[in-house]
Nanobody
Framework: VQLQAFGGGLVQAGGSLRLSCAAS????????VGWFQQAPGKEREFVAA????????YYTTSVKGRFTISRDNAKNTVYLQMNTLKPEDTAVYYC???????????????WGQGTLVTVSS
């Protein structure tokens, strides 16, 4: 499956952005999808994940209450709504997918190209 992440941009601290991850595969509804962030000079880190049905979500502690992951399988798209953004959220954000995986999986098989989010103070 091919993934394309988009929706990044420049936003002031406290602002919001919505990222989208669009998939080419019509069976996208079989895939657990995760979002990851990679800040300059740092390793890529997990942000959030959602099960194929959308019934279960999972977040890293630092974004709980601020970010929301959701999906629309009819549109083959997963979203990451980011609110109350902080300068430390600045990173390239990647989406990834793995078929029928647990939401806590640490292994993903398909990756998108990333979209840059910059939060100014």
């Amino acid at each position: 499956v091919q993934l394309q992440a988009f929706g990044g941009g420049l936003v002031q601290a406290g602002g919001s952005l919505r990222l989208s991850c669009a998939a080419s595969e019509r069976t996208f509804s079989r895939y657990t999808v995760g979002w990851f962030q990679q800040a300059p000079g740092k390793e890529r880190e997990f942000v959030a994940a959602i099960t194929p049905s959308g019934g279960t979500t999972y977040y890293t502690t630092s974004v709980k209450g601020r970010f929301t992951i959701s999906r629309d399988n009819a549109k083959n798209t997963v979203y990451l709504q980011m609110n109350t953004l902080k300068p430390e959220d600045t990173a390239v954000y990647y989406c990834a997918a793995r078929e029928w995986a647990l939401v806590t999986t640490t292994r993903y098989d398909y990756w998108g190209q990333g979209t840059l989010v910059t939060v100014s103070s």
